[in-house]
């Protein structure tokens, strides 16, 4: 078996090129273990290197070495390819998929990540040729998300700061919009402020909506949040950033489903793991057991689990 790292120097604050790449050689060559380092050099270039590695049909596991973005193109990489398993050797600013195990900070310790336990998780499929490990999303949060890297690479700029800047931005463009959303066989034609498709229960650097939602279920765990004022949008947002739905019945409505169809008047913004898509109509549907995911050995990481430990 194969270990095959992939950085990217863009992920987070600074580049970890050199910090990740002495960790490695370190524990690896004193372990005897057969690696190779592989740095990205544009956006991309995480799911081709994988790609081109899984072809071989050699087994490999696969380290996404930078942030929530990094380990979104590492599996899109590996989907479909039953020799490679992946994992997340985290580096970004979010690290946010991981954060459903009862111990994230083992993540980081390469030793613990080689005697790895294994699961074999569901993914969502966006527009036939994308996919996502962990959340998905449309509307005024997709928009505060996917704008929330840009100002953590400000200067002085914490991730509630940045939390709060990409918010105020986007007051002023506006809380809601017209959809007409297909949910298995329901369909809502209204203004929603918000639209989340979890696999996974963490995202934009400190979401969490969706507390109760397992990456191996075989189902999607969605969110509709209604119309909304910007007078009330803080307390409804802050009740759906903390996993409080169920706190707000009339205007967020939870649902578990295994296809979402959302249409827009016009193109909107579409959330996968913190990368963009921007289209008028977007499908999700979720594909079971279709990725491996090797984790430290001993964690947990359903819900009431994970919760406990």
């Not at 992920?11 to 970890?16: E, I, N, P, S, T």
């Not at 969490?208 to 409804?236: C, F, H, M, Q």
Request: net charge negative.
């Amino acid at each position: 078996m194969k270990h095959l790292f992939v950085i990217n120097p863009a992920a987070g604050k600074y580049d970890h090129t050199g910090e990740f790449t002495q960790k490695i050689r370190g524990i690896f060559d004193r372990r005897g273990e057969d690696y190779e380092i592989l740095v990205s050099r544009a956006p991309g270039d995480c799911t081709k290197i994988v790609q081109a590695a899984a072809a071989t049909g050699e087994e490999l596991r696969v380290y996404a070495c930078g942030g929530d973005g990094t380990l979104n193109e590492i599996v899109n990489g590996a989907a479909g390819h039953t020799n490679v398993a992946v994992t997340h050797y985290p580096g970004g600013s979010g690290n946010d998929f991981i954060k459903i195990f009862s111990d994230p900070a083992a993540f980081k310790e390469l030793d613990r990540l080689l005697d790895a336990d294994e699961a074999v998780f569901d993914l969502i499929r966006c527009q036939e040729n994308h996919y996502s490990l962990n959340v998905c999303s449309m509307g005024f949060d997709a928009r505060i998300g996917t704008e929330i890297g840009k100002y953590k690479r400000l200067p002085l700029v914490s991730g509630s700061g940045a939390y709060i800047l990409s918010t105020a931005v986007n007051l002023i463009k506006g809380v809601h919009e017209h959809y007409v959303i297909q949910i298995d066989d329901e369909v809502f034609d209204a203004r929603q402020s918000l639209i989340c498709i979890a696999n996974g229960r963490w995202y934009g650097g400190g979401f969490y909506p969706v507390p109760i939602a397992e990456p191996d279920d075989g189902w999607l765990d969605v969110l509709l949040v209604k119309k909304v004022s910007r007078l009330t949008v803080a307390n409804v947002i802050g009740k759906y950033k903390a996993g409080h739905y169920d706190q707000l019945p009339d205007l967020i409505r939870h649902f578990r489903c295994k296809r979402v169809t959302v249409r827009c008047d016009h193109e909107s913004e579409i959330n996968l793991d913190g990368e963009l898509l921007m289209s008028r109509e977007a499908k999700f549907e979720v594909v079971p057991q279709a990725i491996r995911f090797f984790y430290p050995k001993g964690l947990t990481y359903h819900a009431k689990e994970a919760a406990s430990v």
